[in-house]
């Protein structure tokens, strides 16, 4: 059965930082992989998604992912932590074409 | 172009009742999917629905229902409610294969 895993419950980053968050995930077939962010109380917003190509993937307010076959990981990175970017990230494999499973999310907290 | 929206924003229930949640789609997307995000958890797929018929579902049971409308639009139906189904229902809209693009939630909570 498909499975994400997000190692990392919890991590706090001084503003200005670097920030790398871990994802692996298990699936036979190949991945489509997806990073979302969710503000407090609100919905999911797709920050990047991997279907196929090259393997560093650009996404929205300054993230990259990088897709690794031979360890089933797609690392989300920023080179410099804001503020505003404090929230939780989830990882997500599509599954069957369909669905969507999620990582438990990691929280992102930022120390000014 | 709006975004995916649902309705309403909080609801609040006993146990044993019944609720209903709505989700307007993407404008263009066709495909509509329901999730349940427990506190503290990721999102969980509840059911998926795709010219008006539930085309793929998630370990949930069958007090969960949905429907979708000629207008692409959909409910998600939870009968005989229970404390743990108190969590954020998220709505997601795509076309075809691409990309899920989700609403900003329901949140239910059962007393």
């Known amino acids: 059965a498909q499975s994400v895993t997000q190692p990392d419950i919890h991590i706090t980053v001084s503003e200005g930082a670097s920030l790398e968050l871990r994802c692996n995930y298990s699936y036979g077939a190949t991945p489509y992989l997806f990073w979302y962010v969710q503000s407090p109380g609100q919905g999911l917003q797709l920050l990047l998604k991997y279907f196929s190509g090259d393997t560093l993937v650009q996404g929205i307010k300054g993230f990259e992912a990088e897709f690794k076959r031979s360890q089933s990981s797609f690392n989300l990175r920023k080179p410099s932590v804001h503020w505003s970017d404090a929230a939780e990230y989830f990882c997500?494999?599509?599954?069957?074409?369909?669905?969507?499973?999620f990582g438990g999310g990691t929280r992102l907290m930022v120390k000014p | 172009d709006a975004g995916v929206t649902q309705s309403p924003t909080h609801l609040i229930k006993t146990r044993g009742q019944q609720v209903t949640l709505r989700c307007s789609p993407k404008s263009g997307h066709d495909t509509v999917s329901w999730y349940q995000q427990a506190l503290g958890q990721g999102p969980q797929f509840i059911f998926q629905y795709y010219e008006e018929e539930e085309r793929q579902r998630g370990n949930f049971p069958d007090r969960f229902s949905g429907h979708q409308f000629p207008n692409y639009s959909s409910e998600l139906n939870v009968n005989a409610l229970l404390l743990g189904d108190s969590a954020l229902y998220l709505c997601?809209?795509?076309?075809?294969?691409?990309?899920?693009?989700f609403g900003p939630g329901t949140r239910l909570t059962v007393l």
């Open positions: 997601a809209s795509r076309i075809s294969m691409d990309t899920q693009y």
């Open positions: 997500a494999v599509l599954y069957a074409g369909n669905m969507l499973t």
